[in-house]
């Protein structure tokens, strides 16, 4: 059963523009949201979270958009630089004692 | 600030040798720690989480083991690896079940 889904495997988006990856969940009960960012043969990295009272977290280049009717998440990264590809992870949990659950990552490529 | 270090960086065994991945955090005390399996192209498989000293918890039957001898060293084992652990393993540790979790820079682990 896997309650955090990101549905495109792969993206690919010229340098410049908007990279948009999804994430979409089950659990209704979720009120943390987050986005790791990982390199080849490296750890993720923590990018951006989101709690459930909010809407919308923005960090620099990087914004997270949280729909909770449509229990869906998107991270949007503007400009897409090359640096950016990498594979993104999306993670939910509910911070009264669940562990976070990872969706199965989406490779951005950005073409310079 | 906090820290986790993983070794090896790599490793190759022959199938049927033991294995042991070692993990260590710094900078804080009694964090909940994690171990995870990437797949070559998969996505991170929790393997087992700790809450504490000797407390590990297992979420996938299979013949790997982890300990927790000390507050802030994780440790995963297989008395007898198969050709299908190979993969990338990540230690990872966070403050709170639920929240952000930060992770090493990872094993890569080639079984022959």
């Known amino acids: 059963d896997q309650q955090v889904k990101q549905n495109s495997p792969s993206l690919s988006v010229q340098e410049g523009r908007i990279s948009i990856l999804n994430c979409d969940y089950t659990?209704?009960?979720?009120?943390?949201f987050l986005w790791y960012k990982k390199y080849p043969a490296e750890g993720p990295t923590f990018l951006i979270s989101?709690?459930?009272?909010?809407d919308k977290n923005e960090d620099g280049r990087f914004t997270v958009f949280l729909n909770k009717s449509a229990k869906h998440l998107s991270l949007h990264i503007v400009p897409s630089q090359p640096g950016d590809s990498a594979v993104y992870f999306c993670a939910a949990s509910n911070r009264a004692g669940n562990m976070l659950t990872f969706g199965g990552g989406t490779r951005l490529m950005v073409k310079p | 600030s906090q820290t986790i270090h993983q070794w090896p960086a790599t490793l190759v065994q022959p199938v049927g040798s033991p294995l042991s991945l070692e993990c260590t955090v710094e900078g804080t005390s009694n964090p909940n720690l994690y171990w995870y399996r990437q797949a070559a192209g998969r996505g991170l498989q929790l393997l087992f989480y700790s809450i504490g000293i000797d407390q590990i918890s297992s979420e996938v039957p299979q013949n790997l083991s982890a300990s927790r001898p000390q507050d802030r060293q994780f440790i995963l084992s297989s008395k007898k690896l198969l050709l299908s652990d190979s993969g990338f393993y990540l230690c990872?540790?966070?403050?709170?079940?639920?929240?952000?979790?930060?992770f090493g820079p990872g094993t890569r682990l080639l079984v022959l």
């Open positions: 659990n209704s009960m979720f009120d943390y």
């Open positions: 989101i709690s459930s009272i909010k």
């Open positions: 990872a540790w966070s403050v709170w079940l639920g929240e952000t979790q930060y």
